[in-house]
């Protein structure tokens, strides 16, 4: 019962939790127990394709396997199919020998065992012509197999015929062979790989397992081959050099034609091997990394084709010689092509989050390279910028907020005409609101300035301008009385004339027009009468000056021409030592002169 009770409480507590959580998220057990899900990726289509067709196409070659070490079972099978009994074509004896032909016995008496060793298998293609087009790799192979439960041949029958042969004597191949191998490596996977190997040599073999002398068994030799198939598990895969270990399948094909039987123990001349094993297989091996290409292709399929193109281009460059060069060329100009749309996908990401400023540099990066389709549509995008931007702007100056409407503009022009062409329009608007600043803390001469500039740039404000100019006069005709600066007044006359040359004052500007050129009058007037009596007054206090000061010895150059000013003759001359020597002459009255001698610039003499 109370199993049931908390398989209940369990069940609601789920319905429960379901709702209160995002949708992203799963809830369990009253919300402390919360999975999120894997977010997906968007890959490029034909990337699943591509993972199972061309997984590692750009891989760094294989360059080296230095040694691979098999050992394991083997099954002697004949040159035919298999059974308690093999073919009687998988011996051959003298052509006089009529007797019973050896069967090699009951079926564990075709067991056997085998090592198997590769040395130095170079990939050849990249060492010798520094590209590698496959991996494969060759190099040397050396083979020996036995049985290990080996048959008694027909000894009793054999010796009726000839009485050498009449030996207990078990047939028991041992071969030792020496071969070229060929690997060819299929890697798919970081982990894991597929090895094909192929073998061709020269195999010894002796005939029995146990003889009284080393000279009584015969020994032959032939050609060997041999293929196999296995799997291969990758240790340390970040590594230069690394290990591996798996299981081969293996068929291996054996004539021995040639005999020697120089006593006659044997009536074989000839036997034919066909080995079937499974072999635990320990490798090493240098290369088959990934490489930048494969990079490259892993940012071509999550849709980053910028940094695609970037590092397809470094592969190229370093591996111009690639079995695999054209695919890597195919997917450069993949991601040439899709850039511009990469870009504008950016964009609107960030057009979306109100990041404008961003999502412009994407749309005109875009644009450089877009075809037609696409070149309209971000034509599009752009127009609706800028039509905000210039909204913003007007809002922006409306506020008196001048540079940041400026700013705004200058970086609007750059990918729109329409804003180009409001541009002076705005500049007017913000002179026109600097202005009424102006204006408005009755500094008229620069409001007056701003006025005009904004006319020169955009003339269809003459008519608001105008306004503004005959609302400035006004001001300045009743702070008259506190406008002491002739330029100012200079100023608004310059302006009233040219309106007045546009479209008439009017009475009342008329009159506002002849009353500031009579306050000009007036200032003027009092300016040259302001000029001539600071002038007296300068020489009235230079007089003074002179009359209460009284020159001393010692005193410089510049000290006595404050006193007195400048004498009406000066003598120059220079002592033995090219000292500066003056005589400076004042005069005093019609007969008499004042003369003040300088040495080095020192008055030293008064006379």
Known sequence: MQVRIYLIILICSQVYAGPTVEDSVKSYMWGLIKIKPRPKIQYEPGYWKDRILHPREFH?????????????????????????????????????FVGNHFNAGKKIAKF????????????LSNFILKTSWLDMNTGINYRYSNLFFPDTIPMNQWG???????????????????SLSHTLIFQSFEQFYLNMRYTWGIARSKFYLNSKASDDNPVGWGPATSYSIGLRYIFDTEKNYRFAVGIDLKHSYVKIKNINDPKDVTPINRFDLQDYGIY????????????????????YYRGDFIESKKIFEKYINENPNHSNIHRAKMYHQLSLKKIPYQLFKEGLQFETR?????????????????????????????????????????VMISKGKYVEAKTLLNKTIIFSREAENEMPRFEALIMIGKGETAMKYRFYDKALQLFNEASLKYPKFNRQINAYRFQIASMMVNDIKNINDPAEVKLAIVSLEEAKKIKGLGPVNEKIFKELKRR?????????????????????????????ATIKIGMTIPEVMDIIGEPF???????????????????????????????????????
Do not use: C
Not at 63 to 84: D, H, K
Not at 520 to 532: D, P, Q, V
């Open 60 to 96: 760094q070659p294989l360059t080296l396997i230095p040694l691979e070490l098999r050992y394991g079972l083997s099954f002697t099978g004949g040159a035919g199919s298999y059974g308690q009994n093999m073919p009687t074509s998988w011996i051959k004896y003298d052509e006089n």
């Open 112 to 123: 056997g065992h085998q090592l198997d060793i590769d040395m130095l298998k170079l990939n």
């Open 160 to 178: 009726n015929i000839n009485p050498n042969w009449n030996v207990n004597r078990k047939f028991s191949p041992k071969l030792s062979e020496f």
């Open 280 to 299: 635990l297989t320990i490798a090493a091996f240098y290369g088959g990394e990934l490489s930048i290409g494969d990079n490259a292709k892993e940012y």
């Open 354 to 394: 109100g990041m404008i400023d961003k999502a412009v540099d994407r749309f005109i990066a875009s644009l450089q390279s877009a075809d037609s389709t696409l070149s309209l549509e971000v034509k599009t995008h752009l127009k609706r910028i800028a039509s905000f931007r210039i909204q913003d702007a007007e």
């Open 520 to 548: 000009l009058n007036i200032i003027e007037g009092l300016s040259i009468r302001y000029g001539i009596d600071k002038r007296m007054e300068e020489e009235r206090y230079r007089r003074i000056k002179l009359n209460s």
């Open 569 to 607: 003759e000066i003598v120059h001359e220079k002592d033995l030592y090219g000292k500066d020597a003056q005589l400076w002459l004042y005069h005093l009255n019609s007969h008499e002169n004042l003369e003040l001698s300088f040495f080095d610039y020192k008055l030293f003499k008064i006379k």
